[in-house]
């Protein structure tokens, strides 16, 4: 292609001068390190209120600092010189650590607090029961039409989750002859009464030991991944029966083990196996992992005196009190949990299914245009709005509660929904072109494209988008003061129609001047770091994802 050398073109880039683009590049980095540095330290600021580490005794800095900090510094400096993968991997495994830690703590909370354990497995099975159903109409039913399979799956999951004849049994005056699954297992298991963990072993422990299996069999064979999965199932109930010598209760040691060990096994032993020349890289968590114990039981034997923090086991597991020593955000992080969880439910497969039908079946129309604009505009509306038509729309119109669990979840959706639209959107325009084309070419309809070639490809980058949107939902506060929900609650709420309150509402209300300064110097540091905390471990999960999906493409 040859050059434009036109005068008037040449005139129009102006005269080329490197130290002008050198002061600019100098500038953005500038501009870039004062940023973080600024958000550094307020959230220093932050820290330092709240876990007060000055407080420590000098010999209990002294030996973190001899078995810990400085074991960490020589191991992670010397991968880091000598081989930059396996101190990535090591680092990696570390931070998969910590936030498998956190979110596992919220899964026990659901267990020991929220759900009876015996639920989740009856829904659990119920689904496993429904997917089978799809699979096997899917696989073995080639010669019936969509719309017959379509059916056959409604069919399925209604007589599952409702039982015969179900919910119409009384509008139709019919007695129901059989219950729906999850209630059938209820009250046969309630004959037996067995153990509250096999419970969570039945339901999350067998998916993530699938998880490991599969990933297992992935680099491997069949065999290795079933020998992993039994593996994996086999340590999780080791540690759950020793957990009681340890002064834990076996339903939480259940949990820990299966969403912290199982996923670190599952991705260390992946990497060792795919690039064995990275397992150095766990010296790195050993360092830590080792190190931290040892400090622990150190200053232990030697009776040094840790930081008196406000971010502690009785903050995290009590709820709020008149006076800020007592004060805890137990219930504001359950109904967080909830909430999350409804939002979650609501917004994806409705921001997913809308992604997909705007940019794969929707005509380039004036209307499909119209509504691309709006959502766009949907996106920047602010949220005390969302929380506005919330409150008109299911208080005003439909007639419900205000502050529950119900319309806090799907306010919240609403205001996170034109966000996991656009980003789904993005990840499905990602996808090559070539790809559709070669799929058509193969004789796939536009159904089987997308669900085999398409949702596939794009999955990375909609979960990525999905989970950063959920990061803005968990910290928003505008939405739900304007629902009614409660500043303040002393207990967790049991079902979706009861009052909830959220991290972030707690926290404004111990911010509040009624509250007085003894909350906001003591609780709220507290309450902001543990906030803080959920929201970078989310915000990482999405990163790593990001990083994943791009390095595979």
């Known amino acids: 292609m040859a050059t434009d050398t036109r005068p008037d073109v040449i005139e129009s880039f102006g005269e080329v001068n490197k130290t002008v683009g050198m002061l600019f590049r100098y500038l953005l980095q500038v501009a870039t390190a004062f940023g973080i540095a600024v958000l550094a330290v307020l959230l220093l600021f932050v820290f330092n209120d709240a876990v007060r580490p000055l407080t420590a005794d000098p010999g209990w800095h002294l030996t973190f600092f001899a078995v810990l900090v400085v074991p960490t510094m020589v191991v992670g400096s010397y991968l880091y010189v000598r081989d930059r993968a396996a101190f990535t991997f090591g680092m990696t495994t570390v931070g998969l650590l910590m936030v498998s830690l956190m979110f596992a703590s919220g899964a026990a909370l659901v267990f020991v607090d929220l759900l009876p354990p015996v639920l989740v497995f009856g829904y659990t099975v119920a689904v496993a029961a ?89 680099l491997r064979d069949r065999r290795t991944g079933l020998v992993a999965a039994g593996g994996s199932l086999l340590v999780v109930t080791v540690v759950t029966l020793l957990a009681p010598l340890v002064s834990v209760t076996q339903v939480p040691a259940a949990v820990l083990a299966t969403m912290v060990l199982l996923p670190m096994a599952a991705y260390a032993g992946g990497v060792v196996l795919d690039r064995p020349e990275e397992r150095t890289g766990l010296v790195l968590l050993v360092v830590v992992v080792g190190g931290a114990l040892l400090g622990e039981l150190t200053v232990g034997q030697l009776g040094f005196a840790g930081p008196s923090s406000w971010v502690d086991w009785q903050f995290l597991t009590d709820a709020h009190s008149r006076n800020p020593e007592n004060a805890g955000l137990y219930p504001a992080i359950g109904g967080s949990i909830l909430l999350m969880v409804t939002v979650a439910l609501l917004s994806f497969p409705l921001g997913v299914g809308a992604a997909v039908y705007l940019e794969e079946y929707a005509p380039d129309n004036r209307l499909t245009r119209f509504i691309d604009v709006n959502i766009s505009n949907l996106a920047g509306v602010p949220s005390v709005v969302y929380g506005l038509l919330g409150l008109g729309v299911f208080f005003t119109y439909l007639g419900q509660p205000t502050g529950t669990v119900m319309m806090g979840g799907v306010t919240l959706a609403l205001l996170i929904l034109p966000i996991v639209i656009i980003s789904s959107r993005e990840a499905i325009r990602s996808v090559p072109n070539e790809a559709r084309q070669a799929s058509y070419g193969m004789g796939a309809t536009r159904y089987q494209t997308v669900r085999r070639v398409i949702l596939p490809e794009a999955f990375p980058g909609i979960l990525t988008g999905t989970i950063l949107a959920l990061g803005r939902a968990i910290g928003e506060t505008a939405p739900l003061i304007m629902i009614g929900a409660p500043s303040v609650v002393f207990s967790l709420p049991t079902e979706i129609s009861a009052k909830v309150s959220a991290m972030p509402l707690q926290v404004y209300a111990w911010a509040s001047l009624f509250a007085g300064p003894n909350f906001y110097q003591k609780a709220v540091p507290a309450g902001v770091v543990v906030l803080v905390s959920v929201l970078l471990a989310m915000n990482s999960i999405a990163i790593v994802l990001r990083n994943r999906y791009q390095t595979d493409r």
Do not use: C, K, M
Request: glycine share 12%; net charge positive.
């Open 130 to 218: 429904g997917v089978g159903v799809v699979v096997g109409l899917e696989r073995y039913s080639h010669r019936l039409s969509f719309w017959t399979r379509f059916g056959g799956t409604v069919a399925a999951f209604y007589f599952i989750f409702t039982g015969f004849p179900g919910i119409a049994a009384n509008a139709l005056g019919v007695e129901q002859l059989v219950a729906d699954l999850p209630t059938l297992l209820r009250v046969n298991l309630a004959v037996i009464s067995p153990p509250e963990w096999l419970f969570v072993l039945g339901s999350i422990g067998i998916l993530f030991a699938a998880v490991v299996g599969l990933r297992f069999a992935s």
